[in-house]
């Protein structure tokens, strides 16, 4: 098969040499194509390794990368969306792929793909978690999921690639039957903005800190009240929608399920021992020596704060559903940020949103 894959991050160049690995041809496009090595370790917690891929190519030339691919995975964050479904669209071809890991928010920025003849593919999560070793040539793969749900536009359109992914990642592979679970997924826009919201509570400028803290081994309480009642809400919104768009949404699995954690200690306790979250830092970023701040420009804001949750906000304006501790959240990351751009494509008329989801 034709593998073209968009980004040479952690996960990017991952799934290159994980796919490269099964003797699949492998095109990867990054804007530092001189920082990449044609040949890409898979190495196990123990630095074993587990896979070792050789690329077809390494460009920066978005045209040469998806010319003629049977499938284009797309690994930037949601960001990042808008402006490069944009400069997809005009090189597209009827009958390509994309596939989008992990898939919430795609739908709106893919859609001119979509109507152009393609498929969009969105993952409702990452296949395990990647680290990079040595950028651009070695690359870790750590906490293997046992289950990939795949959901797409057309909704119809699934269950057909579905074989295609399982191969690709030997894991089973469950369909699901619409995009729109993919977008309120509470994985990165709840886990991570909850989390930081009450990791960063007492910020403001001119507070620094001695180190980086790690993110998940530290959680603590108020990170799980705050994210369950979040949680809560999202499921709130879920129930409305599906009434609003006669739509399935019983996929959006609730935190305290996916985590089996009924309430914030037991939840304190299961994501603060996950293996692997192990050793994961905090967006921030050290401006002196021992001197360290939140880094806003990392994907953990501009992505699951100004996309994600946004978009989650949007969809519970739309379905007419309160939503206080979403909200909480929000307005203390537009109060420590002072940002004002952030993604406004979710369509606010019902019949527009379900025409999108039962495409």
């Not at 993110?215 to 949680?231: H, K, V």
Request: with cysteine; proline share 5%.
């Amino acid at each position: 098969m034709r593998i073209a894959v968009v980004g040479a991050g952690n996960m990017g160049t991952l799934i290159a040499a994980e796919f490269a690995s099964k003797g699949n041809s492998v095109r990867l496009f990054t804007s530092t194509p001189a920082d990449v090595s044609l040949t890409i370790d898979v190495l196990g917690a123990e630095n074993e390794l587990l896979a070792q891929g050789v690329l077809s190519s390494v460009t920066d030339d978005l045209s040469s990368a998806v010319e003629g691919a049977d499938m284009i995975w797309v690994t930037y964050p949601t960001f990042m969306f808008p402006s490069f479904g944009k400069q997809l669209e005009g090189l597209i071809q009827a009958g390509q792929v994309i596939v989008v890991l992990p898939g919430a928010d795609a739908e709106f920025s893919f859609k001119g793909c979509v109507d152009t003849g393609a498929v969009l593919l969105g993952l409702q999560r990452v296949h395990c978690v990647a680290r990079l070793k040595e950028r651009g040539k070695s690359v870790y793969m750590l906490g293997r999921r046992g289950e990939l749900q795949l959901a797409s536009v057309p909704a119809d359109a699934a269950s057909g690639y579905a074989p295609v992914i399982e191969e690709l990642f030997d894991i089973p592979v469950r369909t699901l039957p619409n995009y729109l679970i993919e977008t309120l997924t509470p994985s990165n826009p709840i886990l991570h903005t909850t989390r930081l919201c009450s990791l960063f509570s007492d910020w403001k400028p001119g507070v620094t800190y001695p180190a980086n803290i790690l993110f998940y081994e530290t959680w603590d309480d108020a990170s799980s009240e705050l994210l369950i009642t979040c949680d809560a809400e999202n499921q709130e919104i879920c129930r409305a929608l599906e009434r609003l768009l006669d739509i399935d949404l019983t996929e959006v699995r609730s935190l305290k399920l996916h985590y089996e954690s009924p309430d914030a200690a037991a939840m304190t306790h299961k994501i603060a021992h996950i293996p692997a979250f192990k050793g994961l830092g905090s967006p921030m970023k050290e401006i002196a020596p021992g001197t360290w701040v939140p880094d806003f420009s990392s994907r953990y804001f501009r992505a699951d704060f100004a996309y994600g949750l946004k978009t989650i906000r949007d969809l519970a304006a739309v379905a007419g559903v309160e939503t206080p501790h979403i909200d909480q959240v929000w307005y203390w990351y537009l109060d420590v940020t002072g940002e004002t751009e952030f993604f406004d494509g979710v369509p606010t008329e019902i019949s527009v949103l379900g025409n999108l989801y039962h495409l």
